[in-house]
């Protein structure tokens, strides 16, 4: 167990870091190229203003009609995202490993707090995943793949909250969590989950086009 | 155009006639033409309910006046025409004398660059053809559109509809059921479309846009299409020199120049139109996007480093080819651009560039503000007017003759290049 | 739900079938996907997460009782996805369910970019389909007819170049009538405006020029119509993916413009006109935006009624409600000032709700009605949404500042008896503006 958790730590570690950032590098250098060869037009719509009026319009709770139309679903989501990227980032054990290895040190939240977090995520994956199956719409559009990808970010929770706790095999967990954060990250230049990359090319353009050329709102 | 330096190059200004007087005699009177030579203009006036005549210099061009008229117009020899109609038939009237053929109706009239032949399009009873010098067609087809008369006057040609297709025959059109009548004789082919031809300098062949089918554009000479084909293209020019014919074209969403069907220029453009021969025959110019939204002129491939964002115009050249010119249009203003460098000065509107028969001028119509004046070098003169004919420079490049409009009265004035120049 | 569908018989797609190969499937689908689309295809395809929430936009999902297949994601699954993931290996009935989908289930409307958090334009994905349909030759039979026109004469309606000045000088007779010295003119060059028309309007509306012309004259504007193809500013190419021919009628428009010399386009009340010089055809040919500036006729009506060109004598009095199409709310942002416009002309408007950008689409634009009546009644029945919109209102007049909407709405109006009447916003300004005498 202990050689897997230096492999894990170590290699596979690196092997991430590389990944998801080159990985997000040539996502968003492809998206560049395609854009100046095929659709060159874009570069000229594009707006600084109006891009960042589009973002932070939907970024703003509850401002867009859309989200208004789905209360529950916009709030899970809200949530999510927020719990998704505060609990990994805030938590004394990740901090102290980053600290260790490079001596990246900032402020940690309290581990009972993390923990909430934690279960809070896995709680609105529970909600995508019942939401998949039982809403038709969202139903109609579900593939396996979507599947995956829940349980791609839900298992780095769960793991993590599994060892923490140290319930049941706590080494076993603790890999598993390891590994799993790291196939998280790999995944996200090459999978749907580069919504965290792209959405924010993708609303920023529609925000131009609609505020530049149209001289309309987007939410 | 001999006649041309025998025109009254004489420095000075005469009235040639008083529009405003007219319209106590009329209903109203329509837009105010002008001969080339400037030495007399034209209006359509109405006299009352269906009845209508031209008034030249003021005076009426014939004491019975027409049911109907319009689309007035200057030959280049000077002569004057007007599509009329009495009695419910249209046709042509030239200085006043009606054509012998009457039509259904008639429209598009067309003239050589002597002025000596005028043609125009006709439908008579849902059938249509062209009628040149008052000859019309023998051969009538069920549709033409795109009437082009050569320079020399000899070959009149359109696309015509050869076969008839009820409405929403969607595959039968795909079959093809167009092509070129040249002087009414049809090529013997058919295309899905034909458009935009040009003919030699001796009118013997037409060079076309053709679509082959939905997807596949090349260009037909006489006929006959390339054998390359491209995803789209643009109205062909002939080679003065070598009968050889160049058109844009469009290859993998790029365009380009291509002669002969073969590619000739390196460069590829985001679009590429209005190509043009240099007079020297070796250098070959077009207007081109060099990138998405950004226009100049290229000349043998290369772009002029000065780009317009909203479009460019107007292409023309001197005499040798030496200098060429345009028109562009930056947020909203008018400029004339030459050899790549763009005039200082900017106008609501600029119309086409004109160079002295030595080169050493450009010079444009240009517009400010309603009021209209024409500026030589980037210089704007310092008079400007309701309206404004011309400008030609004189045969010995010193000269500028133009008629100008104030308050109605029309007067036509030639004033030394200098003046201008200040 | 696609049993019916496959019941409707349109000479277009099912001939075109039948022409169809394997290999021009697979050509035609790795020509748009690979070879033409590019950054807007890639990311919208890897970015949608599936997450549902641009149902809720769709009018056509809305009134078919929240049918999943017609949510705007539910389509492109049906369309775009599969031809993806198969690499193009569909079959040519694939194909025809597909151009069926793109043509006459969307209307290209862009309200579910406004509803899905990332933006992503499914309009855009579904002209990729029309486009690949169009490269199979598996097009709807009416609206390839119209692009047929479109190829030949400029125009949408196969009218022919003396039929277009003959329909102006009539006009402008008839319009002598009632104003003596009224004038239509034609060709004139340096003019201060080209006013430009859809094709139906020579061919079956020709009164709305007439209109049109009083309104010039009372106004007093410096204006001009060309006596050449190019007068027409619609474009249906533009729907069917004929993307080659949408910017050749363009480029005819905007050249026309050009050698006219006039400073502005004037266009009449159509939205998807405005659409083609707005934003798809110019930019197929390199302009950003028009490169003479084309002015929306509801731009052009307040510009006239808020100088005092234009001065109306007596308000519309009956109760009115306003439409805003697609191509020029969302797509102009000309919302606020339709409202302007509407309420200096009526004395009862009440709006209907959801509005401005938010507004259901007509169900007509797009090209749908285009595809003509073998789709006409699955069009109608697929805006139950718009029926209910109209008559919460209660008002007997819906006021429709586009063609497509116009049209589209009067069907909607007739099949759901909505005892409502569909109007211009130009016939009622021709209705109770000050007119001269001469």
């Known amino acids: 167990m202990n050689e897997l958790y230096q492999l894990l730590t170590g290699p596979m570690l690196w092997l991430t870091f590389f990944v998801f950032t080159f990985g997000t590098l040539y996502k968003l250098l492809s998206i560049l190229v395609l854009t100046i060869q095929k659709e060159p037009f874009i570069m000229s719509v594009f707006s600084f203003k109006y891009g960042m009026r589009s973002i932070l319009s939907w970024m703003t709770p509850f401002k867009p009609v859309s989200m208004k139309k789905h209360p529950v679903l916009s709030s899970v989501i809200y949530v999510f995202h927020i719990c998704l990227f505060i609990a990994p980032l805030f938590l004394m054990a990740h901090i102290t490993l980053l600290d260790e290895s490079w001596g990246l040190v900032w402020p940690s939240l309290s581990d009972s707090l993390i923990d909430y977090l934690t279960l809070i995520v896995l709680a609105c994956c529970l909600f995508y995943f019942i939401r998949r199956l039982t809403q038709k719409e969202v139903n109609y559009l579900t593939s396996q793949s979507d599947y995956i990808l829940l349980a791609i970010v839900a298992l780095p929770f769960f793991t993590g909250l599994m060892a923490y706790h140290q319930w049941f095999a706590y080494g076993f967990f603790l890999n598993l969590h390891i590994l799993s954060g790291e196939i998280m990250l790999m995944a996200i230049p090459f999978t749907r989950l580069s919504h965290m990359i792209i959405s924010p090319l993708t609303r920023a353009y529609m925000g131009s086009e609609f505020g530049e050329i149209r001289h309309a709102k987007d939410w | 155009m001999s006649a041309f330096a025998d025109w009254d190059w004489d420095i000075g200004s005469k009235r040639i006639a008083d529009i405003e007087a007219l319209k106590k005699d009329y209903q109203w009177i329509e837009e105010i033409h002008v001969s080339p030579n400037g030495e007399s203009s034209a209006v359509i006036v109405n006299i009352d309910e269906g009845e209508f005549n031209v008034c030249v210099n003021g005076t009426p061009w014939r004491e019975e006046p027409f049911d109907k008229m319009w689309n007035l117009h200057y030959s280049p020899d000077g002569r004057l025409t007007a599509i009329v109609s009495e009695m419910g038939e249209w046709t042509m ?258 119309w086409t560039p004109v160079f002295s028969a030595n080169g050493q001028y450009v010079a444009a119509k240009v517009e400010t503000n309603g009021k209209y004046s024409i500026a030589v070098n980037d210089q704007v003169w310092s008079q400007s007017y309701d309206a404004i004919w011309g400008p030609v420079f004189s045969p010995d490049s010193t000269k500028i003759l133009c008629c100008s409009s104030s308050n109605g009265k029309i007067d036509r004035q030639v004033i030394p290049v200098k003046t201008i120049l200040k | 739900m696609s049993e019916q569908v496959n019941k409707i018989v349109d000479k277009g797609l099912d001939q075109g079938v039948i022409n169809l190969t394997q290999e021009r499937i697979e050509k035609a689908i790795n020509q748009v996907l690979n070879k033409e689309a590019g950054a807007r295809l890639k990311s919208y395809v890897e970015t949608c997460v599936h997450c549902g929430m641009c149902s809720e936009a769709c009018h056509v999902y809305l009134s078919k009782d929240k049918d999943p297949i017609y949510s705007p994601a539910g389509k492109v699954k049906r369309t775009l996805s599969e ?345 009622i300004i021709y209705n109770h503006m000050e007119k001269p005498t001469a």
Not at chain 2, 241 to 257: C, E, F, H, Y
Not at chain 2, 291 to 320: H, Y
Not at chain 3, 397 to 419: A, F, Q, R
């Open chain 2, 93 to 350: 009237a030239v200085d006043g004398e009606s054509w012998s053929n009457t039509f259904g109706y008639l429209w598009k009239p067309l003239f050589s660059n002597d002025g000596k032949t005028i043609a125009a399009a006709f439908q008579q009873e849902m059938k249509y053809g062209m009628v040149v010098n008052d000859v019309p067609w023998e051969n009538t087809f069920g549709n033409m559109t795109c009437p082009t008369l050569s320079k020399d006057g000899t070959n009149c040609s359109a696309t015509v509809q050869t076969v008839e297709t009820s409405q929403a025959e969607i595959f039968e059109f795909q079959k093809g059921s167009y092509s070129v009548a040249q002087n009414g004789v049809v090529w013997d082919r058919n295309f899905v479309n034909v458009w935009n031809m040009s003919i030699s300098n001796d009118g013997k062949a037409v060079a076309a846009e053709v679509r082959l089918n939905l997807y596949d554009y090349t260009i037909a000479v006489n006929g006959k299409p390339w054998d390359t084909i491209f995803s789209c293209v643009w109205e062909p020019i002939f080679h003065p020199d070598n009968q050889s014919v160049i058109a844009p074209v469009r290859i993998n969403g790029k365009w380009t120049l291509a002669q002969d069907g073969k590619i000739a220029w390196g460069g590829r453009f985001v679009q590429l139109w209005s190509p043009k021969v240099l007079p020297d025959g070796k250098h070959m110019a077009a207007i081109v996007a060099p990138s998405f939204g950004k226009w100049t002129v290229a000349v043998d491939s290369v772009p002029w480093k000065t780009c317009f964002n909203e479009m460019v115009t107007d292409l023309v050249f001197n005499e040798t080819g030496s200098r060429i010119a345009a028109l562009g249009k930056n947020n909203g203003r008018w400029t004339v651009i030459v050899n790549g460098t763009s005039w200082n000065n900017s106008f609501n509107r600029a």
């Open chain 3, 83 to 427: 031809m993806i993931q198969k690499k193009g290996k569909v079959s040519p009935e694939f194909i025809r369910e597909a151009s069926i989908i793109a043509s006459t289930e969307c209307n290209l409307c862009k309200r579910c970019a406004m509803y899905c958090p990332f933006g992503i334009d499914v309009a855009y994905l579904l002209l990729l389909v029309r486009r690949i349909c169009h490269l199979c030759g598996v097009t709807p039979l009416y609206i390839q007819d119209t692009a047929h026109s479109h190829s030949v004469t400029m125009n949408q309606m196969w009218v022919k170049d003396d039929e277009w000045i003959d329909t102006l000088q009539w006009q402008e007779e008839e319009a002598q009538a009632e104003i003596p010295n009224l004038r239509i003119p034609l060709e004139k060059e340096g003019a201060d405006i080209m006013y430009s028309v859809i094709g139906p309007e020579p061919k079956f509306q020709a009164h709305l020029i007439y209109y049109m012309s009083v309104i010039m004259k009372a106004a007093g504007i410096d204006w001009t119509m060309p006596a050449t193809p190019g007068w027409d500013n619609s474009d249906m190419a533009m729907y069917t993916g004929d993307n080659e021919i949408m910017g050749r009628v363009k480029r005819m428009h905007f050249d026309t413009a050009a050698r006219l010399k006039v400073n502005r386009i004037i266009m009449g009340e159509c939205g998807h006109a405005f659409r083609s010089v707005h934003d798809m055809g110019n930019r197929w040919l390199g302009y950003k935006l028009p490169p003479i500036p084309v002015i929306h006729a509801i731009e052009f009506y307040h510009e006239l009624l808020s100088s005092g060109k234009i001065k109306i004598k007596d308000q519309y009095d009956k109760k009115v409600t306003l439409h805003d199409p697609c191509n020029v709310i969302r797509g102009r942002g000309l919302g606020e000032l339709s409202r302007k416009v509407v309420n200096t002309l009526c004395s009862n408007f009440v709006e209907m709700t959801p509005n401005r950008e938010h507004n259901y689409c007509c169900n007509a634009g797009g090209g749908v009605i285009n595809t003509g009546p073998p789709f006409k009644n699955k069009r109608v029945l697929s805006n139950r949404i718009k029926a209910e919109q109209m008559a919460a209102t209660g008002a007997d007049v819906v006021i429709s500042p586009c063609h497509n909407c116009h049209s589209g709405l009067e069907d909607i109006v007739h099949h759901y008896k909505l005892n409502m009447e569909v109007k211009f916003i130009g016939e």
